[in-house]
């Protein structure tokens, strides 16, 4: 699942994206700048995906491109307050409490035959894995506030002392 953008790019979008990404992990520490341009070299030769070439030719490990690509389709994707978007029942419905709650997700609506679905960047990659796995039809993330997030999951998926999984913040626990 990638950002809402044009299914057919350029191969100078795509390496701009790509770039952007290697961009990323160089400001992560996870890559140096010469690593980069080498492997959108052999990106360009093989026609593989940039953190598979990374994987491959430097040992990258993958968790470090996730948390790459989840900062960049953050940056690219549209942010959207949960309280003015119109949620739809029967969307909403395709999730459990208990799974809205795990990966930190709340379903908006159909667009356009694709399943629109809130998170936080921080969950993003837990969030993505789920959807994919779940989800039969295609799905894009829109990014939400933490704040936004746990209000719309203690009203929608009603949880008491439920928890917000998230690695960079302390749990939050919604009220009993």
């Not at 994206?17 to 030769?45: F, I």
Request: aromatic residues 6%.
């Amino acid at each position: 699942m990638s950002p809402r953008v044009d299914e057919h790019r350029s191969n100078r979008e795509l390496v701009c994206m790509e770039s952007r990404l290697g961009h990323l992990l160089v400001r992560n520490g996870v890559l140096e700048a010469r690593q980069v341009t080498r492997a959108l070299a052999e990106q360009s030769r093989t026609g593989a995906p940039f953190g598979l070439v990374c994987e491959r030719l430097f040992g990258t490990d993958p968790r470090d491109i996730e948390r790459a690509w989840a900062d960049q389709y953050a940056s690219l994707t549209q942010t959207v307050d949960l309280a003015r978007e119109s949620l739809d029942p029967a969307v909403l419905a395709l999730i459990t409490r208990r799974q809205a709650w795990q990966f930190g997700i709340v379903p908006i609506r159909w667009d356009e035959g694709e399943l629109m679905v809130a998170t936080i960047p921080s969950l993003l990659v837990r969030a993505h894995r789920f959807v994919a796995r779940t989800v039969d039809r295609p799905a894009f993330f829109v990014m939400t506030s933490r704040t936004d997030l746990l209000r719309t999951l203690g009203s929608k998926y009603p949880l008491p002392g439920a928890m917000l999984p998230d690695a960079g913040h302390p749990p939050a626990r919604t009220a009993a």
